[in-house]
């Protein structure tokens, strides 16, 4: 029985911890269903919920012995934080826990009374016990759902006031009709060609197009407009004012492609699309409903729920049938869907707005630094902890060659020189084009100078001496003697923004990527290459050896592969994309600044390589969405995102340790050699 039960004793000392730190008063004002559901009561639910399905889900009985355990469970959780409360009404724990700027019963209590509070408070946690202790007797596939959809309306509880303007409502109503038309129709009347599948796609959505250019044409979708639904103004449907009826029907004709390919797409791409619809409906209904209040709660549950219950097998439906076509036709979907991802990503500025944008960028440059860490430590299974520093060398040979500096001003330190003596000395300023190239470079000799030394060293002494090259960067970087150069503690300020100057063909062709959305478009840019570079390395012999020395070192020497050779493309080709997003950094913040390369960016893009799937590229973009994206957008919970990164590694380790996105190296061995 104490076996059966640990699991609940080690939710209720977590649940403790949470509430004698303080973080459950900072979660108190942070509401999840206004006015129904605080994020605290919701991270105790959730507590119980765990202990009584764990508790339950050892014993294996039956579902009415099941939902007694889950009640004990919740006994086990609840009654340690009761004693608390009653504590709390002897001793004054706030004078030990320093956190707790707000009594315990004031978090608990549902702000009653004592004994009516801690009645409610203990009923609940009984009650949400037995449906934990139930949800461990039913169908694998009934909880996930369940568990799955629940977690769903919470996070999007969470992040409901920043995404409530993203998509306008007849952008989203079009969107899906789009989808819905070219899936639908497609369906009915070419299940068994794939060729008119395609084109019954690209005419629905084109269709859906054209009508919407009829509407945007006619003018009822500007402000005041009988046509425009909820307070977000339309961005696509107004995309380009004059050329609707052109510009529409080509847009929403890649989507009704993709609709009707929704039957016929890898593993991932069909994940995206199915789920991406989804997410699409419910910015839609938030966008008409301003906030979110019970009803949106039970809306996106039941959307969630059916979502989880239906698209599993259609998904597994799709692969097997993509499984099932040529190689032509294979390649046909492929790059539809790409044309389709890279229209979505090149017009997502347009309604995302200047936040979202703002975090989109930096989960970009995240991507790109986890794309490099993940050549050096998932494929070649070399554990740098001092990664930063090539960041940090990309930033500031950027800003060293963009700004007056004792490098471009022949050796002169640029305060001692006048404005007029600036312009006539410092002739060795480039633009963002040509340091941007320097920086790449200086950021790989940089890996290849630490790479040599350190050759023989393995494990945990290769990462000990990473972490002490990172370190010695950025206290060189502060160090007063070398001001002169790299401005201490200062850093290096006005770095200009990247000027494309494209004149001599069209004279309106002058770009200043002086915004968050322009500079979204030049990371965007760089991603890919990055991708593009790192999965053509990756399935190469180069990735291969890389992979071999992952795995045993000394069995690939004995195979032939050049150890020194290997471990030297990998740290000079991952320093050289830290460098990539350190000069893009530098650039985007308009300075280089030593505060900027701590320890803390390392174990930031480690933690989302190792939680997205070492050596999987969609893995590093997972892992930076949700340790970079999400902790951006819930600002006021950062106090906690290294407590998030804890419990995500925790859980990642025991559950799923090769990463929530696990690359699957015979999959791609088969896709190279299908090409």
């Known amino acids: 029985m104490i076996r059966a039960v640990r699991p609940a004793l080690y939710i209720s000392a977590a649940a403790l911890l949470l509430v004698l730190s303080g973080v459950l008063v900072s979660f108190q004002e942070r509401q999840v269903v206004a006015g129904a559901v605080s994020l605290n009561a919701a991270l105790i639910a959730g507590l119980v919920l765990a202990a009584g399905m764990l508790t339950a889900g050892r014993l294996r009985v039956r579902s009415g012995m099941a939902v007694l355990q889950g009640m004990i469970a919740g006994v086990i959780v609840g009654l340690p934080l009761v004693l608390l409360v009653l504590l709390e009404r002897l001793i004054d724990l706030r004078f030990v826990f320093a956190n707790l700027t707000q009594p315990v019963g004031a978090t608990l209590l549902f702000s009653l009374e004592l004994v009516p509070g801690l009645l409610v408070f203990f009923s609940s946690c009984l009650l949400v016990g037995a449906l934990g202790g139930f949800l461990s007797s039913v169908s694998r596939r009934t909880m996930r759902i369940t568990v799955f959809s629940l977690a769903a309306t919470v996070v999007v509880g969470l992040v409901a006031d920043q995404l409530d303007s993203v998509i306008a409502p007849v952008d989203g109503l079009f969107i899906g009709l789009a989808l819905v038309f070219g899936y639908v129709g497609s369906d009915i009347f070419g299940r068994d060609s794939f060729w008119m599948r395609l084109l019954l796609g690209l005419f629905n959505g084109a269709a859906i197009g054209f009508v919407a250019g009829l509407l945007a044409a006619s003018g009822g979708l500007v402000e005041g407009g009988g046509l425009r639904l909820g307070h977000v103004p339309p961005a696509i449907m107004i995309l380009v004012p004059g050329y609707s009826l052109i510009i529409l029907p080509l847009i929403f004709g890649i989507l009704g492609a993709l609709g009707a390919l929704m039957r016929t797409t890898p593993r991932m791409i069909s994940t995206f699309v199915h789920y991406g619809g989804v997410l699409v409906v419910i910015l839609t209904l938030l966008a008409l409903r301003r906030g979110f209040d019970t009803f949106d709660a039970v809306m996106v549950l039941a959307i969630s729920a059916w979502a989880f219950n239906t698209f599993p097998w259609r998904i597994e439906e799709s692969v097997r049938q993509f499984n099932g076509l040529t190689v032509v036709q294979r390649r046909v979907v492929r790059v539809a869907v790409y044309c389709a991802t890279l229209l979505i990503l090149v017009f997502a500025p347009a309604f995302l707005g200047q936040y979202m944008t703002n975090v989109l960028n930096l ?56 404005g007029e003596l600036v312009l006539t000395t410092c002739t060795g300023i480039m633009n963002f084009w040509q340091a941007w190239i320097v920086a790449i470079l200086a950021s790989g000799v940089g890996g290849l100078l630490l790479g040599t030394p350190v050759l023989r060293l393995r494990g945990d002494y290769l990462a000990i001496v990473t972490l002490g090259f990172g370190e010695i960067i950025r206290i060189m970087l502060r160090y007063d003697d070398f001001s002169p150069v790299f401005g201490a503690a200062q850093g290096i300020a006005n770095i200009p923004r990247p000027i494309l100057d494209l004149t001599t063909l069209n004279p309106a062709w002058y770009f200043v990527f002086d915004s968050e959305a322009s500079m979204y478009y030049l990371i965007l840019a760089s991603i890919l290459v ?111 995102r290294l407590l998030a990164f804890g419990v995500l590694l925790v859980y990642t380790m025991l559950v799923r340790p090769q990463g929530l996105y696990p690359v699957r190296y015979w999959q791609a061995s088969a896709q190279a050699l299908s090409r």
């Open 363 to 418: 989960v970009g440059l995240y991507i790109i630094m986890g794309i490099g860490l993940n050549i050096v430590v998932g494929n070649a299974g070399l554990l740098d902890l001092g990664y930063v520093a090539f960041f940090a060398i990309g930033a500031y040979t950027i800003g060293l060659l963009t700004t007056p500096s004792i490098l471009t001003c022949g050796g002169v330190p640029p305060e001692a020189l006048s």
């Open 530 to 640: 990055a991708i593009f570079v790192a999965s053509h390395l990756g399935n190469s012999r180069i990735g291969r050896a890389w992979r071999a020395m992952r795995a045993d070192e000394d069995v690939a020497q004995a195979m032939g592969i050049r150890l020194a050779r290997a471990k030297l493309l990998a740290f000079t080709i991952g320093a050289a994309f830290a460098g990539l997003g350190g000069a893009l950094s530098a650039t985007r913040l308009f300075g280089a600044y030593p505060d900027s390369f701590s320890l803390l960016v390392s174990i930031n893009v480690l933690s989302l390589v190792i939680i997205g799937g070492m050596g999987s590229i969609p893995g590093v973009v997972l892992g930076a969405f949700i340790l970079i994206g999400l902790p951006e957008v819930l600002r006021e919970l950062s106090d906690y």
